[in-house]
């Protein structure tokens, strides 16, 4: 037994959110993983996993970004087997519902004044389909930074979806973004704020 966040587990049964100061050293890769994703609770199935499973499974690990259009994953061997991770998987097997990360808040007019005060050189007909190579470097690895953080699935690295653009003014501009999560039946707000040097 173990006792983690006040609550007492068995090291093979328990669903709860984890911390890992007094849990077995075993569990700390899967616990940290699991505390940064949307789900932030550990499940295992009673008297099947074991520490050294766990630790098994965990150091076979491989993370595969998806490449330029697909889901980013982790990829796991255990006894023989491949087990493929991804967003999705973990979703379907918890039964939870996607939900939209958040609510766009900025028109596009604020968007192009946005990418017009950054320097953007291409055209700024469609907001939904800017590209980096038309920023300078900074603003380029800003964007791409961005977009790669949140998980976009987009066909081309290159490219700015709308969401980031709305992510980089809220940045940008110290805009309140609206996160809803309608999972948890309730509404977060978020405060980026960045001071922009010019």
Known sequence: MFTASGLEFVPNNY???????????????????LSNSDIGTALTAPLKLSASQIR????????????????????FEFQGDEFTVTPTTVR???GLEDFNAFIISVGDSELVKMMREIG??????????????FLRKE???FFDCITR????????WDAIPTDSLQIGYSLLYGELLKINRDDYRDDYRYDYRYDYPG
Do not use: M, V
């Not at 953007?120 to 190579?133: A, E, F, M």
């Not at 953080?149 to 081309?156: D, S, Y």
């Open 15 to 33: 669903a709860a959110p984890l911390a890992n100061e007094n849990a077995p050293e075993a569990f700390h890769l899967i616990q940290d993983f």
């Open 56 to 75: 098994s499974l965990w150091q076979t690990g491989t993370y595969d970004n998806g490449g330029e259009s697909g889901s980013p994953s982790i990829i």
């Open 92 to 94: 379907d097997a918890l």
């Open 120 to 133: 953007y050189s291409g055209p700024l007909t469609k907001i939904g389909q800017l590209k980096r190579p």
């Open 139 to 141: 603003w380029s690895f």
């Open 149 to 156: 953080a949140f998980g976009k699935k987009c066909t081309n």
